[in-house]
């Protein structure tokens, strides 16, 4: 038998839209441990009708996290390294310093929309773009952010130096190290898929300046000591995938033939596959099919379901929502017990994006069809399950057609794998079995990737096959 090591300690900064964390994971023998050391709110902040974030108050929030998770080392153990990893598209306009030139607008603001219908109205430019970059016209793209900031303060082109996507502005604020990772960069709709780099012709399509951009870089590299932070001396930052969406799809234990979907249930449901070419035919433009890159070389071809973000926006409108996990399960099974709901909800309806009520919003859809809106919320948890389930499943027969590839099985994560209807209402509507696994997702795929940097793993197979062994998982057969 080995000997035993004394564990290496990483820290995964897991940004969200509706919340942020630092975990503190800890290495030893082939087991991973995590910790949750600080957990704290993230919310969109609406001024004079735009939408914002609150960077300068998530920076606090990370670095506070940093030194919890160093201080629950214990004793003559030390935090490693730390890597970030955040929701996609969003960005910060820095000067050459790294101080913001322009606001941080949050992605759901809608000041896009005209620049997407004008591209819209122009399949050939849609075409050609998704050719080139491998995401589809979606209106929170980076690419449409930056050409509406340039559009609208021509002057930027000369005061702004750089574009940090999120991930890579913390990085620097850690670091003091400027890059670009290429798995977050991928989301932009700005690097050229099949050629690595930058899309020379998207930039101009844009009118993006290309020295906003530095070269990719690979996931793993190390940036530098963690500067600024005295309990954080010796901790190295190391460029994990950026993306939360590449960091969750890392955490899943798939099957090494691509024969398992992909399900990462928060906010957003991304459904997707692993594969060695990106789909880029005209149909998975159509499907809103994105290629997401992982930064070590692999594309994940995936779509976006609107996700829970129609449960937590619904759940917002009524007084007895549930507060306790003990109440949420009781809700969800009661949901489970009422009859199907006549109509499902086309959950992609863009209606759903950001409206200013949901409940709303879902009933105008009903009502276009004829459908008598819900009244109480365990209907609307139920109708919402089903829906997602649906949508999911719309996802996976496009995947299928789209790659000629027969999947097997639906591995899920995130919050929704603890949801027994929605793991239920997917098997069904995919005629799948399902494997629910409890695992914070995004985090630990962030530190496998500082792991590997480390080389303390060898590579993601090995991550995968060691992680398995240790989630808890539930299965859900399909029932017609
Ligand atoms: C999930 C996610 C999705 C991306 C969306 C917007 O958190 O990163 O992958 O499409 O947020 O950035």
Avoid at 72 to 93: E, F, M, N, R, Y
Avoid at 115 to 144: C, K, M
Avoid at 328 to 334: E, H, T
Avoid at 398 to 414: D, E, N, Q
Wanted: one cysteine or more; charged letters at 15%.
């Amino acid at each position: 038998m080995p000997a035993p090591t004394s564990p290496v300690y990483c820290a995964a900064v897991d940004l969200g839209a509706t919340s942020g964390r630092v975990i503190l994971g800890s290495w030893a023998n082939g087991s991973l441990t995590t910790q949750e050391v600080h957990r704290f709110p993230n919310e969109v902040r609406a001024l004079n009708g735009h939408a914002y974030w609150d960077i300068p108050g998530l920076w606090q929030q990370v670095q506070q996290g940093l030194v919890h998770a160093a201080g629950s080392i214990p004793a003559g153990g030390k935090l490693a390294s730390v890597g970030v990893d955040t929701w996609g598209v969003d960005h910060v306009l820095t000067d050459a310093t790294g101080n913001p030139v322009y606001p941080f607008f949050a992605y759901r603001d809608d000041r896009t929309q005209q620049l997407l219908a004008d591209l819209q109205a122009h399949p050939g430019q849609l075409r050609r773009i998704y050719r080139a970059t491998g995401i589809p016209a979606v209106f929170y793209n980076t690419s449409l952010q930056l050409a509406a900031a340039v559009a609208a303060h021509p002057g930027l082109k000369r005061t702004a130096a750089r574009c940090l996507f999120l991930p890579d502005y913390f990085n620097f604020l850690l670091s003091g190290k400027m890059s670009n990772g290429q798995s977050i960069a991928g989301t932009a709709q700005l690097l050229d898929i099949s050629r690595g780099g930058w899309s020379a012709a998207t930039l101009r399509h844009f009118k993006i300046p290309p020295s906003w951009l530095g070269a990719p870089t690979r996931t793993g590299k190390n940036l530098g000591p963690v500067k600024g932070i005295a309990a954080l001396k010796g901790t190295r930052v190391i460029a994990v995938p950026g993306h939360d969406t590449t960091c969750a799809y890392d955490a899943i234990p798939a099957a090494a033939d691509g024969s398992d979907i992909l399900l990462s249930s928060g906010t957003w449901s991304i459904v997707g596959m692993e594969s060695d070419r990106a789909l880029l035919s005209d149909e998975a433009l159509a499907a809103r099919i994105a290629n997401d890159q992982t930064g070590r070389g692999e594309i994940r071809p995936l779509a976006n379901v609107t996700g829970l973000w129609l449960m937590e926006q619904t759940l917002r409108e009524f007084a007895a929502r549930p507060t306790t996990t003990g109440q949420w399960n009781k809700l969800v099974s009661a949901a489970a017990r009422l009859p199907a709901p006549s109509r499902l909800l086309d959950v992609n309806d863009p209606a759903f994006g950001n409206p200013p009520s949901m409940r709303a919003a879902i009933n105008a859809q009903l009502k276009r069809h004829r459908v008598k809106p819900p009244q109480e919320l365990v209907e609307y948890v139920r109708l919402i399950c089903d829906s997602l389930g649906q949508g999911h499943a719309d996802v996976v027969a496009r995947l299928a057609r789209l790659s000629g590839c027969t999947f097997k099985r639906i591995i899920m994560v995130g919050g929704g794998a603890k949801n027994k209807l929605l793991c239920q209402a997917t098997a069904n509507a995919t005629a799948l079995p399902l494997m629910a696994c409890e695992v914070e997702g995004s985090a630990v795929g962030n530190i496998a990737n500082q792991l590997i940097a480390l080389r303390v793993v060898k590579n993601l197979a090995t991550f995968r096959q060691l992680l398995l062994p240790q989630l808890k998982t539930r299965t859900f057969k399909p029932k017609r």
